[in-house]
């Protein structure tokens, strides 16, 4: 397109003549050129003419609004292309994303089951902590037991040792029976 503007403003401005801005064109092109060009040459004999100044400078705007013209539906061909190719890389990103939105919604489902899950466990985790720290609890209880116990089994003993002196005392011989 720059260089389309380019050639615009130097055909405009008479520095460069359509077929030297534009050599490049096809065959076709130069063909219509050289017609072009040899009317315009043999309208341009007779230069004191008015009408024919006219004429040619009509005969340049005219090339140029044609060359314009040509050098915009070639831009525009190539932009509808562009357009095109946008069209099946949205098609094609789109896929991509349908497909992830479905991966992703997986996902979700997965994490939430894994949630659950680890609730649940935590539950039980809670469960299990609860019935340990009773059994620590019980078994606190069991030891304390234990301790009172031997103390009142060993204050018995000691006083059922008492009994038997003393029964020795009184009945020596005497056997306890139980």
Request: charged residues 35%; glycine residues 2%; hydrophobic residues 30%.
């Amino acid at each position: 397109m720059e260089t389309f503007l380019k050639k615009k403003d130097a055909i405009e401005s008479g520095e460069s003549s359509v077929s030297k801005a534009f050599q490049s064109n096809s065959s076709n092109n130069n063909s219509n050129n050289k017609i072009t060009k040899n009317r315009y040459n043999n309208n341009n004999s007779n230069t004191g003419n008015p009408n024919q100044s006219k004429a040619a400078e009509y005969m340049q705007k005219c090339r140029a609004l044609k060359i314009r013209g040509k050098i915009m539906k070639n831009e525009l061909e190539d932009t509808k292309n562009n357009l095109s190719r946008l069209d099946q890389q949205k098609s094609s990103c789109s896929l991509v994303m349908k497909t992830l939105r479905k991966e992703e919604a997986k996902a979700i489902e997965r994490l939430e089951a894994a949630k659950e899950a680890l609730a649940l466990v935590r539950e039980h985790v809670a469960e299990q902590k609860e019935k340990f720290d009773a059994i620590d609890k019980e078994k606190l209880e069991c030891h304390q037991k234990i301790k009172l116990i031997e103390s009142t089994v060993a204050t018995i003993d000691r006083d059922a040792d008492k009994a038997y002196i003393l029964l020795q005392n009184f009945s020596p011989g005497a056997e306890v029976v139980m």
